[in-house]
């Protein structure tokens, strides 16, 4: 069952353009949502992170976007970089602290 | 930040073989995990390891299959055993790292890419 549902599956962005990535989840007990950077053949990198109490939280180019009424949360990357073309992974945990991840984004910056 | 190294960083394994995958962290954590993640797909959670404990498994894997050892807070093991073509993929060990606040965040190691013939 996917808990987490991500979208595009791949973006393509000219440099200087903005990326947006969308992330929906379906469960309300979500109460933490990171969303991590990864590079051919390494581990991911948490990038930013944003608690449902909050609606927006930015950093440097980064800025996430949470709707908790509709269940919605996005990434919004200001001013695209080649340096940026990577895939990027939303995800949502629970109390627990287990890490439900979206599909993923293959993001591309035309330079 | 916490630094996690995994050893192997890659191997190519024979069918019926066994794996066993290395994770040090340069600092005490209690909380690991394991995923699977197969090449340019998400990632998967297959259990949990915390020290002192029994390792929690997800749905769809087994001790049996994937068995785990968490000796102490900086190491965890991951087996991959009676190997099959379907087990490729590349295995990361995680850690979750609680601050000083109340957040919480999880660094992933550098992944073990396995190859199964």
């Known amino acids: 069952q996917q808990q987490v549902k991500q979208s595009p599956q791949s973006l393509i962005v000219q440099k200087g353009g903005i990326s947006i990535i969308n992330c929906a989840y379906e469960n309300t007990a979500f109460d933490y949502f990171p969303w991590y950077q990864q590079f051919p053949g390494k581990g991911p990198a948490l990038l930013i992170a944003?608690?449902?109490?909050?609606s927006e939280k930015k950093e440097g180019r980064f800025t996430i976007s949470f709707n908790k009424s509709a269940k919605q949360f996005s990434l919004h990357i200001m001013d695209s970089q080649p340096g940026d073309s990577a895939t990027y992974f939303c995800?949502?945990?629970?109390?627990?602290?287990?890490?439900?991840f979206g599909a993923g984004t293959r993001l591309f910056v035309k330079a | 930040s916490a630094v996690i190294s995994q050893k192997p960083s890659r191997d190519i394994c024979q069918r019926g073989t066994s794996l066993t995958i290395q994770c040090q962290v340069d600092s005490q954590v209690t909380m690991m995990f394991w995923y699977r993640q197969q090449p340019g797909q998400s990632l998967t959670l297959i259990a949990t390891a915390n020290q002192g404990s029994e390792a929690t498994y997800e749905s769809g894997f087994v001790i049996d299959k994937f068995p785990i050892s968490r000796p102490n807070l900086t190491f965890s093991t991951l087996t991959v055993s009676n190997m099959s073509p379907e087990d490729s993929s590349i295995y990361l060990c995680s850690v979750l790292q609680f601050r000083r606040g109340g957040t919480e965040t999880q660094y992933f190691g550098p992944g073990t890419r396995l190859l199964v013939l």
């Open positions: 995800a949502a945990i629970t109390g627990g602290f287990k890490t439900i």
């Open positions: 944003i608690r449902p109490d909050v």
